[in-house]
């Protein structure tokens, strides 16, 4: 399942928000997650008291089969849905306190998204793109340029830069996601199946570039239904009817079971 979703512009100050080092708490820590969706009669419980920390640093895979949960657990982390009843604790503040303009600036400043269907805007170009969310963040021109560029480079795309989206492969649109996910240098990257729509190498290349950003710091949490791509993160959390029925951390990443 793939979401669309709209970068928020934000233009008052808003209070600083705590960091998780200033008040002990894990970067992302969810206490009883529950999410219903009332379908008339029969209401759909899409998560059951679901339990999880995430800390600083992690390269998490969250994998699940069709309908287990696993995009609902993301939207949830990523702000983009709201829990029918729990706790979700952001970076230490707890999210349902925040103002919608709090959690307008936390997707845009604190948060990096990446998804299966790329969602680029065609008439741009793929610097343009980058620059997206700098430019709802209020950054000027120059320094949206710069760094947008930059995450390019990071993608291995810089020579891309006035390219349109019609011009690139799939994989290479998805590097494009991805650096569009780095610019503004999240807390976390949340990547929901970014590599359903890809062939099996380019796909497993697009995985090889975020091991390569997890291994300097970044936090991933990596959504997906392959037992492949999950294997190849140290840890995976795995949703089976909206429940969680392994946290596991692995010795050896990219082992075979």
């Known amino acids: 399942m793939s979401a669309v979703f709209k970068f928020e512009a934000w233009r008052e100050a808003e209070p600083v928000v705590p960091t998780a080092a200033a008040t002990g708490k894990s970067l992302i820590q969810l206490e009883r997650i529950t999410k219903t969706y009332d379908s008339g009669e029969n209401a759909v419980q899409a998560l059951r008291g679901v339990d999880l920390r995430i800390e600083r640093g992690e390269f998490v895979s969250i994998i699940g089969p069709s309908g287990s949960g696993k995009s609902t657990l993301m939207h949830i982390l990523g702000c983009l849905d709201s829990p029918s009843e729990g ?95 780095l610019v503004n240098e999240p807390s976390m990257i949340l990547a929901d199946e970014p590599t359903g729509n890809l062939d099996q190498k380019t796909g497993s290349d697009i995985i090889k570039l975020f091991e390569e950003f997890a291994s300097s710091g970044q936090t991933i949490i990596l959504v997906t239904h392959d037992p492949g791509i999950a294997r190849r993160t140290p840890r995976r959390v795995k949703i089976v009817d909206g429940v969680i029925v392994d946290n596991d951390t692995l010795d050896e990443p990219g082992a075979e079971e």
Do not use: C
């Open 87 to 181: 706790r979700y604790w952001l970076d230490g503040e707890d999210v349902a306190s925040m103002s919608a303009r709090a959690l307008a600036r936390v997707r845009n400043q604190k948060l990096g998204f990446v998804f299966q269907t790329f969602n680029l805007l065609p008439r741009a170009t793929i610097l343009k793109n980058v620059e997206l969310p700098l430019l709802y963040a209020g950054i000027d021109s120059d320094e949206r340029r710069t760094r947008a560029f930059e995450a390019l480079k990071r993608v291995g795309l810089a020579e891309r830069a006035k390219h349109r989206p019609s011009q690139l492969s799939g994989g290479q649109r998805q590097r494009v996601a991805i650096a569009r996910a």
